[in-house]
């Protein structure tokens, strides 16, 4: 069935629509607008926050999340495998989305997770394809002879095609002792990681990560991709416009082709017809959501709630997959300075006035920079190992998803590229990271912040790199307004709490290597205070993670880029199964979930996909071919 609205001769029309100005749709909107011909139409649900001082200044990020005016306020159902807590998913709603609110690291995947995704049958996205595209997105500062030395960033190469991205990328500026004190460890334990940490070619090992910050701002899509072109005549963009469905029309017996989308503006209802096709770039929660409100998705879901069914997909929503984190923390010596130090106003003060008057010191700074990559094998004897991976293989299976009972085709696959990643001692199957401020993840969410312990610490946190959970986001209604439901089914796969606990048993080993040991206080305190002792078991990590887990917020993989029969939604051209003109281009469309954060991830996709639309566009004669 299609949908035979008519437009009105005065239905404002445009070549191509992008549905929200995201990290991705800012990408889109820039690249896809440089042809002038092409009449470009941005929605943004949000409103442009560039100027606002909260999202320029890196250290107020912390402000910008749960803030009714910058974020989605998403969160999940209970969650039955984590004690029934519910968890908080800060999702960016301005311009820039959720670039313009995160903790700005930019953590690169793995060559090995790239060529997987290709390897579920999508061509041209690959480790050699992609890799340049991670390069086009930035350009990035060389950092100091000292900073190079002292914080082991030998291999950084600033190469040529570095140089010209449009966000701005810097290491940190200065050496400081706990960021020397965690690649220092590392390299004495025989893990030192001599490869470019822009690449994905890179092992184990600890190492210094980038953040998306210049001269002590933000970069994000917003500022970088889409503030430069909107003095562009063919582009136009509309703020706090609410998309409520896509519009189709039948072409054949097999695809529908999409011709417009119908918003909502207040209590306005506006139509805006595109000439040549509609992209999706509204994220992991809402690009299923829109497709399930346009008739997209699961008929039996799409039916209960009256909605016509265009395209019968039950995977639409499936497949949700983020990373869970969990640590302890411990006391550092008396002297050594952390973001416990904000306890104290003076100290508050001192930060504001510094940042006021040369945009240095800590509001200067982007979030964590301290970081690892891990291996089962990396603290682990080969016994230990081959233990663990005989667990894996006794697990793996079916292809069913434990959680849900929903068969997802892609299954096997999926879990044989992450037992592959299990079995390979060069391979994470955690990516790690210090934290120099306490957690106590224990406690109510409102009261965190005044129930801080004495004293400063530094927080060990690991976040299963490719987990074996899956979860699901679904319409509950047909009102556009009203949030989706979302269920990570956050743990509810036996092997996440091997892997998981394996990993936070490791941190005990960890805090015995020096210089790492030296800086911990003798005797001193650990948080959470629910689990005070160390980890000595997979049972005692599971416990802890039941209560104290956190996330690091990057929901994927609702529209997987697959065949549908193995339960995709999108094609390897980003078209969604079934229709001839619909895409969707944001971190919906991974088949697996990368190592580590997802935003360099979604800034290459969108790399990509510009690409692909103007080749395609200049196949079928719509555009001139560039020269």
């Not at 629509?17 to 092409?38: E, F, H, K, M, Y």
Request: proline share 5%; net charge negative; charged share 20%.
């Amino acid at each position: 069935m299609a949908d035979t609205r008519k437009f009105s001769d005065d239905t404002p029309a445009f070549d191509i629509i992008i549905v929200g100005a995201g990290t991705a749709g800012c990408v889109l909107a820039n690249r896809l607008s440089q042809d002038p011909d092409l009449q470009i139409l941005v929605i943004e649900a949000g409103r442009n926050c560039n100027d606002d001082p909260r999202v320029k200044t890196p250290g107020r990020s912390g402000e910008c999340q749960g803030n009714s005016g910058l974020d989605w306020q998403f969160v999940t159902e209970p969650q039955k495998h984590l004690n029934g807590r519910v968890i908080s998913h800060p999702r960016g709603r301005l311009i820039g989305g959720s670039s313009a609110i995160n903790s700005h690291a930019l953590v690169f995947p793995s060559r090995a997770w790239l060529d997987a995704w290709a390897d579920f049958g999508n061509d041209g996205w690959n480790a050699d394809v992609m890799i340049p595209y991670y390069n086009k997105f930035y350009s990035i500062a060389k950092p100091s002879g000292e900073v190079i030395e002292n914080l082991h960033l030998d291999a950084f190469n600033q190469t040529e095609e570095r140089l010209h991205g449009p966000i701005k990328v810097s290491f940190p500026t200065t050496t400081n002792q706990l960021n020397k004190v965690w690649v220092d460890t590392f390299d004495k334990a025989g893990h030192r990681i001599y490869d470019d940490v822009l690449t994905g070619s890179i092992g184990v090992g600890g190492v210094i990560i980038p953040g998306a910050v210049v001269n002590g701002e933000r970069s994000h899509a917003g500022v970088a991709y889409l503030s430069p072109i909107l003095s562009r005549t063919n582009v136009t963009v509309f703020e706090n416009t609410v998309v409520k469905r896509v519009i189709f029309d039948q072409i054949s017996s097999l695809d529908v082709n999409a011709t417009g989308v119908e918003c909502r503006v207040g209590s306005l209802e506006k139509i805006f017809r595109a000439r040549i096709e509609v992209i999706l770039c509204a994220g992991a929660f809402q690009s299923p959501q829109i497709l399930e409100l346009s008739g997209i998705g699961e008929s039996k879901l799409l039916g209960s709630l009256g909605i016509p069914v265009i395209v019968d997909n039950p995977f639409v929503g499936e497949n949700l997959q983020d990373h869970l984190n969990c640590g302890p923390s411990f006391e550092v010596n008396d002297g050594i300075p952390t973001a416990d130090d904000l306890r104290n106003p003076a100290v508050v003060q001192q930060m504001k006035d510094q940042y006021q008057y040369d945009k240095t010191g800590g509001l200067a700074r982007g979030g964590v920079h301290t970081f690892g990559y891990s291996s089962l094998r990396m603290f682990s004897s080969e016994a230990e190992m081959d233990e663990l991976v005989r667990i894996i293989d006794q697990y793996i299976d079916s292809g069913s998803n434990q959680a849900t009972g929903k068969f997802l085709p892609s299954q096997s696959l999926q879990n044989a590229f992450i037992r592959k990643m299990a079995a390979d001692p060069g391979e994470a199957t955690a990516t790690i990271y210090m934290s120099a401020m306490q957690r106590n993840l224990d406690q109510p969410e409102d009261k965190r912040k005044a129930i801080l312990q004495p004293g400063n610490y530094i927080s060990l946190i690991a976040m299963l790199a490719h987990p074996f959970s899956r979860g699901s986001v679904h319409i509950r209604s047909t009102d556009p307004t009203l949030k989706p439901v979302v269920d990570f089914q956050y743990f509810s796969h036996e092997l996440d709490a091997q892997v998981f606990g394996h990993h936070l048993m490791d941190f005990e080993k960890l805090v015995e290597l020096e210089p790492l040991a030296s800086c911990l206080k003798p005797g001193g305190r650990r948080l959470p205070k629910t689990f005070p002792g160390k980890i000595e078991s997979v049972e005692q990590a599971s416990e802890m993670i039941k209560i104290c887990s956190g996330t690091n917020y990057h929901p994927a993989c609702t529209c997987p880029m697959m065949s549908r029969e193995l339960g995709g939604v999108v094609n390897d051209r980003l078209i969604v199964h079934g229709t001839k003109n619909l895409r969707v281009c944001d971190a919906s469309i991974f088949p697996v979930i990368p190592r580590g954060n997802i935003l360099s991830s979604v800034y290459a996709s969108a790399e990509r996909a510009a690409d692909l639309i103007r080749d395609d566009l200049e196949s079928a004669g719509l555009v001139v071919k560039a020269q």
